[in-house]
């Protein structure tokens, strides 16, 4: 499962610092605004410390992890929803992932340019969401208005968007984030094919230091919404950072264990065992018979997965089963 996370902000905040730290790959992080001007994208690996526990266990020969996909998209400047900067192209590219991780900078150096000219993480915040914000209502203005012959006329299709639509419209210019909308799940289908960029998930990074520890968690106390804390130049929050963006997703991980390989496959959250073994293979969905489950605290509790069979821990599930994180699967074609 291919699923990705956009590192926005304001330019000169620390995005490709931590794309390099995260990833180990090496992109310019000059100290200087619209460095990055194609997205870099890095594939970086979700802590967990069950994978290598069942590859010990299995005497694997092979451990893979899950991963989650970071593109390190460069920086928005006000009225990058009207081209300034390099607008456009950078809204287009945040329309591409599934998520964002918005990047607001806590620390003080004077070496280090800010854009605005000051440090304020609450206003860089609202920067950057306002700009969102407006590229979504030119978006959503642009749909009603393609809409208007066909609601004149009573296709109801047309009638049902356009009412979704225009709750979102009304969030919007009132200066909030689309996914803040009172939609129901039939609206909200319709409202996702747009692709919205404040329809994404959000998590808010606060680049902070030793010294700005204290106004970092000031300003998370602020921020409606979920954060972390990373210094990117020392490396610490990287661990969990790379977790709350797995969880942002709404993804789990389920486990296949052997002496050839143990691996950890990524599911969407309340998959069922047949759309979970597509991870696998494409096939597997069509053609499942039966699942062998057991949880991963017991599989390693029992030892073995032999042993595990003898005492019964070992059940069989069929085609409704919900999984579950941290199931350690063997599905039957």
Request: charged residues 30%.
């Amino acid at each position: 499962m291919s699923l990705s996370i956009g590192i926005v902000g304001l330019p000169n905040v620390g995005k490709s610092t931590l794309f390099n730290a995260l990833t180990k790959k090496s992109v310019p992080a000059e100290n200087y605004p619209f460095c990055t001007i194609d997205p870099s994208v890095g594939i970086v690996p979700v802590p967990d410390e069950r994978l290598g526990k069942l590859s010990t266990m299995s005497n694997s020969a092979k451990t893979v992890p899950a991963v989650v996909e970071f593109v390190d998209i460069a920086g928005i400047v006000k009225g990058a929803s009207e081209g300034e900067g390099l607008g456009n192209k950078f809204l287009s590219n945040i329309r591409e992932v599934d998520a964002i991780a918005e990047m607001v900078r806590t620390f003080k150096d004077d070496d280090i340019i800010h854009v605005a000219g000051k440090v304020d993480p609450l206003s860089d915040v609202g920067v950057i969401n306002l700009e969102l914000v407006l590229a979504d209502d030119e978006t959503i203005s642009k749909r009603i208005s393609n809409l208007a012959k066909d609601v004149k006329r009573g296709d109801k299709t047309a009638v049902a968007e356009e009412a979704a639509l225009k709750k979102v419209e009304e969030v919007l210019k009132q200066g909030k984030l689309a996914n803040t909308a009172d939609l129901t799940e039939e609206e909200r289908k319709i409202v996702r094919s747009m692709h919205l960029l404040t329809m994404k998930p959000i998590l808010y990074i606060l680049n902070t230091s030793e010294a700005a520890d204290n106004v970092a968690d000031e300003i998370a106390s602020q921020i409606p919404g979920k954060t972390v804390k990373v210094d990117p130049v020392f490396g610490t929050g990287l661990d969990d950072l790379i977790t709350k963006s797995y969880e942002l997703l709404d993804l789990i991980t389920y486990f296949t264990t052997g002496d050839t390989e143990t691996r950890a496959w990524t599911v969407k959250r309340n998959s069922t065992a047949p759309e979970a073994g597509t991870a696998i293979h494409g096939d597997f969905k069509d053609k499942f018979i039966r699942a062998e489950i057991i949880e991963t605290e017991k599989l390693l509790e029992a030892g073995s997965y032999a042993a595990a069979k003898e005492k019964g821990w070992v059940r069989t599930e069929g085609k409704e089963y919900i999984v579950k994180d941290g199931d350690v699967i063997e599905i039957k074609i």
